[in-house]
């Protein structure tokens, strides 16, 4: 017995001595720990920017959908003297932005460079209604960007700076990402530029209200104010998603933070230098979840695709033989197991695409073959119109917006019309156009949508006078104002 408990103790000590005598990376393999995002940090972080936004206090853009409170609080950066921010970070206002149009709204966000010779990438609603944006990088240069295109429904937009020899951001293939996988952020909350947060993929696919076409990366970064725009990168520096909200109850970061997947921002960025706007394909359906029981009543194995409850008249679904009542099984080729996986393959399909459907029909498939009509965009409209030397995006200093069907039957059923979302003439504001206005009439000629705009903008040369009827507050009311002369 003496022996045996003797051996034992011998065996004990050599096993101890030989752990102590293993080298540290022998230890480490056996566990590893968190990975070291420094080397990673280094590359990437010159290529991320922060935004300052200043805008006039005023309207938003008539039918635009305002950003939830629970989301909009974690992204607008409290103003001058508020808590939490300290009033000499915050950009001076100009003395003729205050002559102008009064006092100006600052607020913060994050974005990146996607190629050297100055575009980058941010959120739609960091930039939106703003009357000036200034990119800082991170070598503290300063540069007042310019809006090529905006989409409120993807929540990207697209700016440019006169610069070049920018570092740049490599674009990543978001479909590759797996739950459990590491990634990180950089951006700006509360100021505080060029903050690193780490953490792991949570989910994939999830949705909200807002912006049914986007299936967010759900992540336990921490994201906070002034964090929105910027990328979210993985281990190889490459950006798989823009980070665009949080969720929470109370205010703070509990660990819900979603991020815009880089696919969806690559094909909406392509779109915004291509046309200034994104068209997106409509099918016309209302949707939701098919119920257990209404799936056994329809010979279904489980619950499963997008049950069609409603289909607007003269729709593409309404055009080509789609019912109240049909299941949405597969769209073109790919399996549709959550209604909510549908408009992200809608709206990711250009207009006039023909695409096939395999729908249950009361416990019978059938595949229909459809061509998409095309969805109403509310972003802003491209500065195609442009008045050749005066500063201006056209004639009338106006930025304008199409409105939907929607929008224009919340407006009081109006036949036709576009929304005023930016005034850049002094001679416009003088009138009293303002943001969220609708333009009716131009002279004498209906505005039916942006083409009508377009063609009868064309017309007007810097220094005529024209006369616009706008609806103001639920108001048809006329002005005029001379345009600006070419400077």
């Known amino acids: 017995m003496q022996k045996s408990k003797s051996l034992l103790r011998i065996v004990a000590v050599s096993i101890s001595l030989l752990v102590l005598a293993l080298p540290v990376n022998s230890l480490a393999s056996v566990n590893p720990g968190l990975p070291d995002f420094t080397d990673l940090v280094d590359e990437v972080a010159p290529a991320v920017v922060s935004l300052t936004i200043s805008s006039q206090p005023g309207s938003v853009a008539p039918g635009q959908q305002q950003v939830p409170d629970i989301f909009r609080r974690f992204f607008d950066t409290p103003q001058p003297g508020s808590r939490g921010v300290d009033p000499r970070l915050q950009r001076p206002q100009r003395p003729q932005d205050q002559q102008r149009f009064g006092p100006l709204r600052q607020s913060s966000g994050s974005g990146f460079i996607i190629s050297s010779d100055g575009y980058i990438v941010t959120n739609h609603h960091v930039i939106d209604n703003a009357d000036e944006i200034m990119v800082k990088l991170a070598d503290n240069r300063q540069f007042q960007a310019r809006v090529i295109g905006s989409d409120a429904m993807s929540d990207i937009a697209l700016l440019k700076i006169e610069a070049n020899d920018l570092p740049k951001l490599s674009l990543g293939n978001s479909d590759r990402l797996k739950r459990g996988q590491w990634v990180i952020a950089i951006g700006s909350p509360f100021s505080f530029e060029q903050s690193v947060t780490a953490g792991i993929v949570s989910a994939m696919g999830r949705t909200n209200g807002a912006q049914q076409y986007v299936p967010f990366i759900q992540t336990d970064v921490a994201i906070n104010r002034g964090n929105s725009g910027g990328p979210l990168l993985n281990m190889d520096g490459e950006v798989v998603g823009v980070n665009s909200w949080i969720l929470s109850s109370g205010g703070g970061y509990i660990g819900l933070s979603f991020s815009i997947p880089m696919n969806v921002v690559k094909r909406t960025v392509e779109q915004l230098r291509e046309h200034g706007y994104v068209p997106r394909g409509l099918l016309g359906v209302g949707i939701g979840r098919v119920p257990p029981e209404l799936a056994e009543l329809l010979k279904l194995d489980r619950p499963r695709g997008a049950l069609i409850n409603n289909i607007e008249k003269e729709s593409a679904a309404d055009r080509f033989g789609l019912e109240v ?163």
Do not use: C, H
Not at 354 to 360: A, F, Y
Not at 472 to 479: K, T
């Open 325 to 487: 009542g049909d299941v949405i099984l597969e769209f073109d080729g790919q399996a549709i197991e959550q209604f909510t996986e549908l408009p992200p393959l809608i709206g990711a399909k250009p207009p006039n695409t023909k695409i096939s459907l395999l729908v249950n029909r009361w416990g019978r498939q059938k595949t229909l073959s459809v061509e998409l009509g095309e969805l109403a965009t509310n972003a802003v409209a491209a500065n195609n119109t442009s008045s050749a030397g005066n500063g201006l995006s056209n004639a009338l200093g106006l930025t304008v917006t199409g409105l939907s069907n929607l929008q224009l039957e919340r407006l009081g059923g109006l036949d036709g019309g576009v929304g005023v979302t930016k005034v850049e003439s002094e001679s416009a504001w003088r009138a009293g156009i303002r943001r969220g206005n609708v333009i009716l009439r131009i002279n004498q000629s209906k505005v039916m949508n942006l083409e009508d705009f377009k063609r009868q903008v064309a017309r007007v040369k810097p220094g005529d006078t024209v006369a616009l009827l706008l609806l103001q507050e639920g108001n048809p009311n006329y002005v005029a104002y001379k345009t600006e002369l070419k400077r």
